[in-house]
């Protein structure tokens, strides 16, 4: 398996511009989390999902910020619109099922977010 | 809940010389516990975990962690570090049943190895 798979590595966007960010998990995982990554705050959990159903959304920032997850292989981040301090590294990462705690969370490389 | 506590947010560290990055957890039920490294420019991947059985595990390039229940660590340590061990290092943890799935992560220490 290629592992999870996000894109775009990198974006500059414009503020109040809308932002999506793409991720594909690891076939078979039924867990998706994305978290952001910023200096100042350390590694947040933004939203989890599992079986496609969002399951812990606490961690979204602002209604500017939503998540999707259509089918078991794709799930989107948007921001509409965005600031410059929505500017960090955010990651997707999958997981077996719950059922299956003791294995990892495997991580995507990340989507660099600049907002100007 | 669950939180991890990384007490030092950086260390730095001669090439060569051994390291203990520090992990301690709080919990009301057991768990399982994991450390990451993030590389630059890279996302997190799993560098070891405990689950059960022996409290000392080992990562393939000399990396260990010893799970101490009584002080609720799980301390990451290198007899001898190398240039290329520069990293971020993320100590988790997850409840081994009940609760909620979603890991908890600590804030993350900077090793940082000179030559």
């Known amino acids: 398996d290629a592992g999870v798979i996000q894109s775009p590595r990198h974006e500059v966007t414009e503020m109040g511009q809308e932002v999506t960010l793409r991720c594909k998990p690891i076939?078979?995982?039924?867990?998706l989390f994305w978290y952001r990554q910023t200096m100042m705050r350390g590694l947040e959990l933004l939203i989890y999902f599992n079986n496609n159903v969002p399951i812990d959304d606490s961690g979204m920032p602002e209604d500017r910020f939503s998540a999707k997850m259509p089918n078991a292989s794709f799930s989107t981040l948007k921001i509409q619109p965005s600031e410059p301090r929505d500017s960090a590294v955010y990651f997707c990462?999958?997981?077996?099922?719950?059922?299956?705690?003791?294995?990892?969370?495997?991580f995507g490389q990340g989507t660099r977010l600049t907002v100007v | 809940a669950q939180s991890v506590t990384q007490l030092d947010s950086q260390v730095p560290v001669f090439e060569e010389a051994p390291v203990e990055l520090r992990c301690n957890y709080s919990s009301s039920v057991s768990v399982y516990l994991f450390w990451y490294v993030q590389y630059p420019n890279q996302g997190l991947q799993l560098l070891l975990k405990?689950?059960?059985?022996?409290?000392l595990v080992e990562s393939i390039n000399g990396f260990e962690a010893e799970f101490n229940k009584s002080q609720t660590s799980f301390h990451l340590r290198k007899p001898s570090v190398h240039i290329s061990d520069t990293a971020e290092y993320f100590c988790a943890v997850i409840p081994s049943s009940g609760g909620s799935y979603i890991p908890t992560f600590g804030r993350g220490t900077s090793l940082i190895v000179h030559p």
């Open positions: 405990y689950l059960s059985g022996s409290t």
């Open positions: 076939s078979g995982h039924n867990s």
């Open positions: 990462a999958s997981s077996p099922d719950r059922g299956q705690r003791g294995t990892e969370a495997f």
